[in-house]
């Protein structure tokens, strides 16, 4: 099956890609706000898209997790703050549903110029 190498589909597939493992990971914090000694973590969106830009053929791509530092710490040694995480959350989406329109934009272009192409 013929693939389309076009640099702007790449990228915006990384950006799904790293949507979606934000999703999970804040989605994990999120379900372990009551987790004794549980450290939120985090994937820094902008950094790992900048590296994911120089590995676009690299099918197994995957984003760096740390630990978030600075947040306030409940007594339980738990630092999940709810009120970030949903916040996070929808940034994510956002930046997934934007991705999303962006490429279905260019799968219109593609194809008009496909089908533009085909007729006498």
Known sequence: MPTIEDPYISALSRVLDLSVARSELVMSN??????FGFRTRDI???????RA?????????SPAVREVQGLMER????NVS????SLLLADTQLRFHTAVELLRDRFKLLSSAIHEGSTP
């Open 53 to 61: 830009r120089g590995n676009l053929e690299e099918t197994a791509f």
């Open 44 to 50: 820094d969106f902008r950094r790992e898209l900048e």
């Open 82 to 85: 709810l009120e970030r995480e």
């Open 75 to 78: 007594p339980d040694g738990n």
């Open 30 to 35: 999120m379900a372990n706000v009551d987790t």
